[in-house]
């Protein structure tokens, strides 16, 4: 099994920053795109960013030139750097990765359990 596990979370006020970070641990024999998700009361979960295991990225229309993704693939563990929040961002934010587990290979797509990200205006 693999397991995700979500830290950085908090309360801060428009226009600060906060970082997030997703370690991955388990069977792991690889991971390949990993990602960052949010879901904001009564809405459905969006797609914040993503990063491929060669450091491809993509963002979302609304956190461009403000959030940063990356990843440290010694340690399993992704990161979401985000500036310049504004109350909009507030959300439960959640990490995905999706790659192949130890032998037997067999397929993963896991979650975090999420992390709450509120910005006060």
């Known amino acids: 099994q693999v397991q995700l596990v979500e830290s950085g979370g908090g309360l801060v006020q428009a226009g600060g920053s906060l970082r997030l970070s997703c370690a991955a641990s388990g069977s792991i024999f690889s991971i390949n795109t990993r990602g960052w998700y949010r879901q904001a009361p009564g809405k459905q979960r969006e797609l914040v960013a993503t990063?491929?295991?060669?450091?491809?990225?993509n963002y979302a229309d609304s956190v461009k030139g403000r959030f940063t993704i990356s990843r440290d693939n010694a340690k399993n563990t992704v990161y979401l750097q985000m500036n310049s929040l504004k109350p909009e961002d507030t959300a439960v934010y959640y990490c995905?990765?999706?790659?192949?587990?130890?032998?037997?290979?067999?397929?993963?797509?896991?979650w975090g359990q999420g992390t709450q990200v509120t910005v006060s205006s």
């Open positions: 990063i491929t295991s060669g450091g491809n990225t």
């Open positions: 995905n990765a999706g790659g192949l587990t130890s032998p037997p290979l067999r397929l993963y797509s896991v």
